[in-house]
């Protein structure tokens, strides 16, 4: 059943994104996997960098998720639908889908793990 509900969710997401003419990622899922049943885990952190391309906001994130071993925080990069979030904001996100190596033609860059999210709440930096 775990192995249905990933594969309708990664098939409800491609078809999101065609219909959104962008690319389609090529989804390697992790063993472990989060299903439509359980709750998505939730990440915050700020924002250092973000690139817009397509229906698509690319946002590079220091994360500072509570509750976590600070050693083990790390910066990595989410795609969401495309927003105004500006570098220095600080984010609130829950996990979809990770991918590895995913190739953004739009961007011409390569992502060696990037994490679809949805959720998306921020608060503007005062810079």
């Known amino acids: 059943m775990k192995v249905i509900n990933t594969l ?10 065609n219909a959104q003419q962008v ?38 994130i220091n994360e500072k998720t509570p509750g976590y071993d600070p050693k083990k925080l790390k910066s990595f990069w989410i795609a969401v639908s495309r927003t105004e979030a500006k570098v220095g904001d600080y984010v609130r996100f829950q996990k979809e889908l990770v991918t590895e190596n995913f190739k953004s033609k739009t961007l011409n ?9 949805s959720n998306l709440e921020y608060r503007v930096s005062k810079k």
């Open 109 to 117: 860059k390569n992502f060696d793990e990037l994490m679809f999210a």
């Open 8 to 17: 309708i969710a990664t098939a409800l997401l491609t078809v999101s994104i």
């Open 23 to 60: 690319e389609a990622p090529k989804v390697h899922i992790k063993a472990g996997s989060e299903t439509t049943s359980e709750v998505k885990p939730r990440y915050q952190g700020e924002i250092l960098e973000t690139l817009n391309a397509g229906g698509y906001t690319y946002i590079h």
